[in-house]
Each structure stands twice: as structure tokens, then as C-alpha cells.
């Protein structure tokens, strides 16, 4: 299963992955996104390919 992390200390915080992702693996928690439902991604790069500076890890 993919390993999705964020990156804390280069986030901005800009939400783009919480709504670009198709799984609704990122979920908005007001101060800051989580990653709340690892196990439903399915590797499509899309968060990793829309962070603005390059936060988010997946590793397959
Ligand atoms: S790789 Fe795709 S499915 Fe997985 S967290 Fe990123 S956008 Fe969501
Ligand atoms: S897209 Fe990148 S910078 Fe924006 S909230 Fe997600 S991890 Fe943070």
C-alpha cells in the first residue's frame, strides 16, 4: 500500500491537495492538512504533481 506523507516544515498549508486528490486521502483540519485515509490512495501522483513546493511524499 502507498506511504503518503506530508512534509510540515515546507508546507503552506494551500489545501491544493486536499481537493485535487480523488480518494480523499487529505482531509482540511483548519491549521494544518492530514493525511487521514492513507489506504485509499491508489499512487496517482496527482498530490505530488499539484503541491506548489513539492510537500507531499508517496512511496509504493
Ligand atoms: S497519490 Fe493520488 S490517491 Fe494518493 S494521496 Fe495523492 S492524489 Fe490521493
Ligand atoms: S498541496 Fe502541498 S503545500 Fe498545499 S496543503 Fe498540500 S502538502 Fe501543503
Do not use: H, L, R, W
Not at 492538512?33 to 512511496?59: H, K, L, Y
Amino acid at each position: 500500500m502507498p506511504e503518503v506523507s506530508i512534509d510540515y516544515d515546507i508546507c503552506i498549508d494551500c489545501k491544493t491537495c486536499v481537493s485535487i486528490c480523488p480518494m480523499g486521502v487529505f482531509k482540511d483540519e483548519g491549521d494544518k492538512v492530514s493525511v487521514v485515509a492513507q489506504d485509499e490512495c491508489i499512487a496517482c501522483m496527482g498530490c505530488v504533481g499539484a503541491c506548489p513546493v513539492d510537500a507531499i511524499t508517496v512511496v509504493e
